[in-house]
């Protein structure tokens, strides 16, 4: 049976795997994710929207003030820019970060079923929505 005990575990093991992947670069999971969540959901209208999504994501550990913080030192990098979008430096560094932890990801899944990952994936996407609606 699955449980929140096995999805916990599994984060566990693959935050660890990808710390490490990207250990080299000098740069943390957070920044990292927060190019990945830019890129992928943004460009976001107004800091706001998404310091409220990075705050709410709590495998991150971040409060507001620590994603308030994150992306003023990603934008005094040059890596993020007003609108929050990423800048074409911004983009290479996670084209660079992404490139580190491509071969990890790919021992990682190598020889699971994609039937398999869809219904995984399918079921996560479920029990986050799930978990939103019973804590509103």
Do not use: C, W
Not at 68 to 87: F, I, K, M, Q
Request: aromatic share 2%; glycine share 8%.
């Amino acid at each position: 049976m699955l449980t929140g005990q096995d999805i916990g575990e599994a984060e566990g093991a693959l935050t660890a795997l990808l710390e490490r992947s990207i250990a080299p670069s000098g740069r943390t999971r957070a920044e990292y994710l927060t190019l990945r969540v830019i890129a992928g959901r943004g460009p976001f209208a107004h800091d706001a929207q998404l310091i409220d999504f990075l705050a709410g994501q709590r495998q991150l550990g971040l409060d507001r003030a620590r994603v308030v913080t994150l992306l003023d030192s990603l934008r005094a990098e040059g890596l993020v820019a007003n609108g929050v979008e990423l800048t074409a430096v911004g983009h290479a560094l996670l084209a660079d970060l992404t490139t580190a932890v491509a071969p990890v990801n790919r021992q990682v899944f190598a020889g699971l079923d994609p039937d398999d990952l869809a219904v995984a994936h399918r079921v996560l996407v479920q029990l986050v929505e799930r978990a939103h609606a019973i804590a509103r």
